[in-house]
């Protein structure tokens, strides 16, 4: 499939406009990417960890709100900026984080794509991406994005990406392929195995995990480092000197 097969941003805005009760549960997460519950433990504890003091978050692609949640459940003073497509998704993060916040103006929320969003100038402390970088198509959208994250970070900030990754190694990428298809089939069913592999060839553009620890480096990230991996998911990222 070319560039040019692949999901628009309205096609992929009316998917998840559809889909925001399966992205609504904290317990589960993302049940089509194996080892999720761990994917955001790991995440928002490094996070945590990294940026104990931290006052402001921005969560990209913050769909139904799980990785604001459990970064709340951290560090519960912090403001939050969120960030989706899907108005549907970004009403369902601001009811659920609005329950858990003591006041209503540590929340914003901002409707549209990251790629044509203004981060701003060193304005947050922590960012999270969760499964939605791999919607970013040529090299240059990769490199644009990331370099607005580094300058969006205050200096000390973190950042940290989970998301599909793309094996270098063809026959590699087939094994994990093969492997993940047989996980959505345990999970529920062929026919479920089916449907959300048609719609990741679809939408899905990733990049081999080594190609985007290499540029966070560049952009000037330094700790970048992996918390986990498993089949064709990774969670990992970096800290702004």
């Known amino acids: 499939m ?23 549960h904290l317990e589960t997460g993302q049940s089509a990417m194996p080892d999720s519950p761990l994917f955001l433990d790991l995440v928002t504890e490094a996070a945590a960890t990294v940026c104990p003091r931290a006052a402001s978050l921005l969560d990209i692609g913050c769909g139904a709100g799980n990785y604001s949640l459990k970064m709340l459940e951290r560090l519960p003073n912090l403001s939050v ?8 998704m970004l009403d369902r993060a601001q009811g659920r984080i609005t329950q858990v916040l003591s006041k209503s103006n540590r929340i914003s ?24 970088l791999h919607h970013l198509r040529g090299e240059s959208e990769w490199r644009d994005v990331f370099r607005r994250v580094y300058q969006c970070l205050k200096p ?12 270098s190694e063809d026959r590699v990428q087939e094994l994990v392929w093969r492997r993940w298809g047989e996980y959505l089939v345990q ?3 062929e026919q479920y195995r089916d449907a959300v592999m048609d719609y990741v060839r679809k939408e899905d553009t990733p990049r081999p995990l080594m190609w985007q620890l290499d540029l966070l480096r560049e952009m000037g990230f330094t700790g970048v480092d992996v918390l986990h991996k498993r089949l064709k998911a990774a969670a990992f990222g970096g800290i702004k000197a």
């Open 109 to 132: 929320a901002i409707q549209g794509d990251v790629r044509a969003i203004d981060l701003g100038r060193e304005r947050h402390d922590i960012v999270l991406a969760a499964a939605v």
């Open 187 to 189: 999970i529920k069913d």
């Open 81 to 88: 900026t969120l960030v989706d497509l899907s108005q549907p």
């Open 2 to 24: 070319t560039m040019n097969d692949k999901s628009t941003v309205a096609e992929i805005r009316a998917r998840f406009d559809a889909d925001v009760e399966r992205f609504s």
């Open 156 to 167: 000390g900030g973190c950042f940290w990406i989970v998301d599909a990754v793309l094996h």
